[in-house]
């Protein structure tokens, strides 16, 4: 306001000069918090949901079954998968699975409703492409380590 | 009328009605397995135990017929304590592979364990392994594991089907399901034992691991491999028909379905069926726009539906549902002026025919083949042309002792339970039964004349395929030698599963709807109603178009067919006289027989993506709805606007309007609507009766 009456400090103006420098020097000298991202990265929580992958199990098979529980839960829709016949121990295993990650909202349904514990929230949130074919995640791409 | 209680609220039964059909009509829920109604009772699940007051052991509610004064508790803590041990011991060896298992969804033992269970597992034990995949037959595969014995297959192919294929072996917990040795389950029905499992163990070799259970949407749907008209519920899923079901009906297939139908589904999602139109160019089909078929079709036809009469003709698959035909007979007649209205090589539809059908000499529905003293069957293997009347033929000689006589071409089942056989070929099949009738009158020698001479209810049915036309004189003289005041019926079964309403509707040269004479006073009347030039001069059978098509006096040809898939197989000679028809446009599916003959081919629609009716042999009016949205237009709607693009108003494109129109026409079909045909089927025999004095 113009016409706010000033203090005599302040009206000199120097001294407030001096205090917004000493802040300046002082974070000088601190750690930046700043984190250099992409470089640096977050250490996320435990409890952090992150984007949805396959499991694989010790023979390096998926551990899904294709039972569908996932894909009935799933509040976006965004899981869509078609079982097939398997001449394993396990009988059923999905020829097809896709996660559109566009449409996930990362809300641990899945993870919860599975009885194999073969889909599980991981650390990943980083989606960017320049496409949006890109966000849907075939089979192969959720069972990779990410 | 024994009075009873079930859980203190009373109820008057019929005698012979069991506790758990009594308190089904209370509305109470019984917790059931083993008991199916279409099964004998053996009362091996045990978990419909109830407690009736008097007697120190629990008791099955479905094996235990209600007596006077019972007092019966169903959820009693008593009760449930025991069903909660019965359903224990179910889950002690049974696998619990609920993600696996084809039946989660719709499984039985699923509910029950959930709504009546321990919920909590003492096992500590391991479980004891079988064998998880035994392939049983073509069609069934076998999960032994997740058997839980409650004896719906054994009982099913003992009982209904008579093949004994499946059997229990080995005893105790070891005890499992199987085929007897060096036999697999090839019956044309196994696919029903799949039906029955009530848990995952029997699998449908077809649709193992394809779908869940929620993913599919499912509607109620006929079957259209023949003329029965199984009721049958169809499932799919991203528009491709993954299975089909038995709808209960007990006026046309009880519980069953045959495997021939239940199993044929898969061409509704084949990448082969057309897609587009296709017009000829330059002696090429290539893939076309809506609009120009439909402008190419109008075309074709103004030329011939402003010319004289009888110069348009139109092939019809059998299987088409009633607003099809109906809709297209009405533009072939009212638009084209034209009678040439054929369906298939052979009419069927013969004057011989008709007086039986005026006369009341019909069956008047399949079930009544449970009250006949006899059964004759002439011609061809029912259990290959219409498995499930074989089915009906089994029950009423296993439940009512009917005699029943086979003169087949071939050996086949039904002999097994057959009185006596003999081999008649489908042409001598006309003698072979007035030679019969003739020995009947006046005594001969013929193992089936000591039933026969004295029997008051005998059903005949004729099964000779294009022989059957040849055989109505001998089956009215046959149905005459009976004896005084006897009901004997007949049953005239063709290639098809809508010929009977074809026929009803007016696919025929010689019949208008309603079996009426094609006659120019009969012409006159339609054209009052119907507008346009109907032509009173009776069409030609097919052999005849062909000889006129190949003098060049057919303008245009339609072949039409939709449901599915279809082969008209022409001959050589019948192709080069399609050839020589200026205009030729077929509806249909798939074929290379169109293709090649064909100026405009608009694809028609699979019998799923159809809102249709189908008149099944014994004249029971049926309706099937969509399941799947189609992606282009039915062939209704467009002969509904190539109709408006010729200038010409038709009823429709909804079924539900044709088929208010066909109500309102034909007589057969008076007082009918979409309701009554969803209800379990709406009967034309009633005004079939009529049809004499019209």
Redesign the interface.
Known sequence: MANEKKTLGERLILPELMKGYAVTLKTLASKPTTMQYPEERWQMARRYRGYPKLVMDEQGEPKCVACGLCAVVCPPNAIELQAGEVPRAKERQPIDFKIHMGRCINCGYCEEACPKSAIEMSKMYELNTTSLDDMIYSKEVLLQDY | MPKIKIDGREIDVRKGTTLLQAAERLGLEVPQMCYHPGLRIVGVCRVCLCQVKGQPKMTPACATEAVEGMDVALYSPEAEKARRAVIEFWLLNHPLD???CDQ?GECPLQDIAFDHGPGISRLADPKVLKQ??VVLGPHVVLDEERCILCWRCTRFTQEVSGSYQIMLRERGAATVVGTPPGQSLDEPYSGNVVDLCPVGALTSSDF?????I??MASSEGICTACSVGCNTFVWSKKGAVERLTARPNPQVNEYWLCDRGRFDVAFTADPERFKNPQMRVNDRMIDVEWEDALLAMAEGLRASATRGQNQVAALFAPHLPNEEYWTFQKFVRANLGSNHLSMGRRETLVPSRVDLVRRGRMLPSIADLEQMDAIVILGGDLERTHPVYALRVRKAVRERGTKLFLATPEAERLEHVAEFSERVAPAAAAEWLTQLAGKIKKGGDHPAIGTLAGAQKVALLVNAGDANVEIAEAIEAFLGSGPKDSTWKTLVLDEGSNRWGASLLGISPHYYPGLKIVTADEAQGLKTRWGGRVSGEPGREWPDIMSLAGDGKIQALLLVNSGRPHRWSFTSTERAAIKRIPFVAAFDLFSADVQDVAHVILPSLSFAELDGTYTTADGIVQLARRNIVPRGPSPVQVLHRVASMLGVKMKGPDPIEVFREIAREVPQFAGMDYGQASRGGARTDRALAGVGSR
């Open positions: 609920c993600p696996v989660g998880k995949r193992r691991f394809k779908s869940r929620w993913e």
